[in-house]
């Protein structure tokens, strides 16, 4: 073969290699999920933008952990979280500091707490419900999104006053108490004696706006049912209120000794009780007290459970930092534990 003919083949030769290797370089980064035009950004350090990343054993090796203050709010079920795990956090990690805050008049929870957050007073916030559209709706016209990381389960329990004889109720019957067509325990099963339904206004968090949403099919409160401020204090008339029932985090009523936690079913006799058995009664407590039923929160089997999420601002500042490291924090093996021994299921 000439020379004259070997370099149109040579050079065919070399384009032909070119496109394979662009065209599987392309294929590659494609499927990695590889962004070129990050690649192309040079050394520029912005915060990491991604939800979570694998988030190791201990605090200690969580990376991207930035250093600063940072405020942070939100639901008032996260409080036994809070407790066990926020100091952990900082041993573990003291350049990583936290401060709660609470809303100027406003009660705190998980509305007030997303609501902080797109009006710029926290850096992050902690849910115990989805973000609604409307809140995401609010944070477009800001010029950022929300982003929420679920880290752990919860359950919904519905405590009653320990005296009352009553094997357990279903989701409908639960329904029917709270919008008023059920008004004395004989019509489920229980003795003759009025019910006194107790609930926090829907304005004070995530855990009645999910009972309204989830549970009453967003139809309003009965005209019978008496507002409280605080679980706390809901709980305190349960204890003197023989036809009492009110409902909350699981972790904040099932060990409580005041009360007694009723078993929950999706059919009529088909309960499952949100506590260990054998149930723990009033008289043994506080040297023992009741324990989740995590199995059944981790399987479903039990009909009220949802995640708890940190809610994250999609800004690309060090606020967005903090926010995905305090979840990444929650969701390592040492975060995931404590979340358990707070008394929330683990979510890995």
Do not use: H
Not at 123 to 129: A, K, N, P, V, Y
Not at 143 to 151: A, D, H, K, T
Not at 243 to 256: L, M, R
Request: glycine letters at 10%.
């Amino acid at each position: 073969m000439s020379q004259k003919n070997e370099i149109p083949i040579l050079v065919l030769t070399l384009l032909v290699t070119v496109g394979l290797i662009g065209g599987g370089f392309w294929w590659f980064t494609r499927k990695s999920g590889i962004d070129l035009n990050k690649i192309s950004a040079g050394n520029t350090k912005s915060p990491q933008t991604s939800s979570t990343q694998a988030s190791g054993k201990t605090f200690a090796s969580v990376e991207n952990v930035p250093t600063g203050l940072f405020n942070y709010g939100g639901s008032t079920s996260w409080a036994p979280i809070r407790l066990a795990v926020d100091p952990a956090i900082e041993v573990a990690r003291p350049e990583f500091r936290l401060r709660y805050v609470e809303p100027n008049n406003a009660v705190p929870g998980s509305g007030t707490g997303i609501q902080s957050l797109i009006d710029g007073q926290l850096t992050f916030t902690q849910s115990s419900r989805p973000v609604l559209d409307q809140e995401l709706s609010r944070a477009q016209q800001r010029g950022f999104s929300l982003e929420q990381i679920p880290v752990a389960i919860d359950g919904l329990a519905v405590a009653v006053n320990p005296n009352l004889k009553i094997p357990g109720l279903t989701i409908e019957q639960l329904k029917s108490i709270y919008i008023g067509k059920i008004n004395n325990w004989s019509q489920v099963g229980g003795p003759n004696l009025p019910v006194k339904a107790y609930s926090r206004r829907i304005a004070d968090g995530g855990t009645v706006e999910l009972f309204v949403q989830d549970i009453l099919g967003s139809q309003p409160f009965g005209a019978q049912v008496e507002f409280v401020s605080t679980t706390t204090q809901a709980l305190q008339k349960l204890a003197t209120s023989p036809g009492g029932i009110y409902y909350a985090s699981a972790p904040e009523v099932v060990p409580q000794c005041s009360i007694k936690s009723l078993p929950l079913g999706r059919t009529q006799g088909q309960y499952v009780a949100p506590y260990q058995e054998p149930f723990v009664l009033p008289s043994e407590c506080p040297g023992k007290r009741n324990k989740l039923n995590i199995e059944a929160f981790q399987s479903g089997r039990y009909p009220i459970t949802r995640n708890l999420f940190v809610v994250v601002k999609q800004t690309g500042q060090i606020e967005q930092q903090a926010g995905v490291a305090y979840a990444n924090l929650l969701l390592s093996e040492q975060g995931q534990e404590l979340i358990n021994q707070a008394g929330f299921v683990k979510i890995r």
